[in-house]
């Protein structure tokens, strides 16, 4: 089956600083992956998504990339901020969306450091 | 507010009992998945409904149950509860179209499930 792994649990920042979250995907066919960000106590909440025939996108403050012939993720989030402090998943599946169960990982916790 | 609606949000219950956890999906959306979360560990896929019909199954115990009924909502029924059934139990909806391209899951805040 599909499995969605990051490389690092926690990931502790200084603020201001920028920080890189990585994830590794073991399934070739996804074509489509998402990162969530989960506040304490709170549901996950959309970041960014980026689609297999891309290699690179960038939000406010965010950037995923996709290296596709490692089968790798990572989110990179520029001037890290006290309020990005959360646990962050990355997501894996398919393009077409129903019937599709996305996979998530396990997850990073991310502490910013005043 | 992200569209998607859960009750109650917190839920305190004793060993053996039965409980029944609701799920409203943003408008629009015909496919609602239930995810659990046990303390400090990753989302647990339990189950998946696509406009009324069972779609997708994950790690749902046989003690676990659900179903989505004809106005979309969705409800989990967990009986005979014991104390590792404590956890955050996470409804996320997504896009409905069969062959709509996928935009990711919307997920509800939550129901907080204490077994004591």
């Known amino acids: 089956g599909e499995s969605v792994g990051l490389h690092l649990p926690t990931l502790s920042v200084q603020e201001g600083d920028n920080s890189i979250i990585n994830c590794a995907y073991s399934?070739?066919?996804?074509?489509?992956f998402i990162w969530y960000k989960q506040e304490s106590g709170k549901g996950p909440q959309f970041i960014i998504d980026?689609?297999?025939?891309?290699d690179k996108r960038q939000g406010q403050r965010v950037t995923v990339l996709l290296n596709k012939t490692v089968k790798h993720l990572s989110l990179q989030i520029a001037a890290t901020q006290p309020g990005d402090s959360a646990v962050y998943f990355c997501?894996?599946?398919?393009?077409?969306?129903?019937?599709?169960?996305?996979?998530f990982g396990g997850g990073t916790r991310v502490l910013v450091k005043p | 507010d992200s569209g998607v609606t859960q009750t109650p949000k917190h839920l305190i219950t004793a060993t053996g009992q039965r409980v029944t956890l609701r799920c409203s999906p943003r408008?629009?959306?015909?496919?609602v998945y239930w995810y659990q979360q046990s303390l400090d560990q990753g989302l647990q896929f339990l189950i998946q409904?696509?406009?009324?019909?069972?779609?997708a199954k994950g790690n749902i115990l046989e003690r676990f149950s659900a179903q989505q009924f004809p106005d979309l909502h969705s409800e989990l029924n967990l009986s005979s509860l014991e104390l590792g059934d404590s956890a955050l139990y996470f409804c996320?909806?997504?896009?409905?179209?069969?062959?709509?391209?996928?935009?990711?899951?919307?997920f509800g805040s939550g129901t907080r499930l204490t077994v004591v």
């Open positions: 409904y696509y406009n009324g019909e069972e779609r």
């Open positions: 997501v894996s599946g398919g393009i077409k969306a129903a019937g599709n169960k996305l996979t």
């Open positions: 980026i689609r297999s025939n891309m």
């Open positions: 996320a909806s997504s896009v409905p179209q069969q062959g709509a391209l996928n935009y990711g899951y919307t």
């Open positions: 408008s629009g959306d015909l496919s």
């Open positions: 399934n070739s066919a996804s074509d489509y």
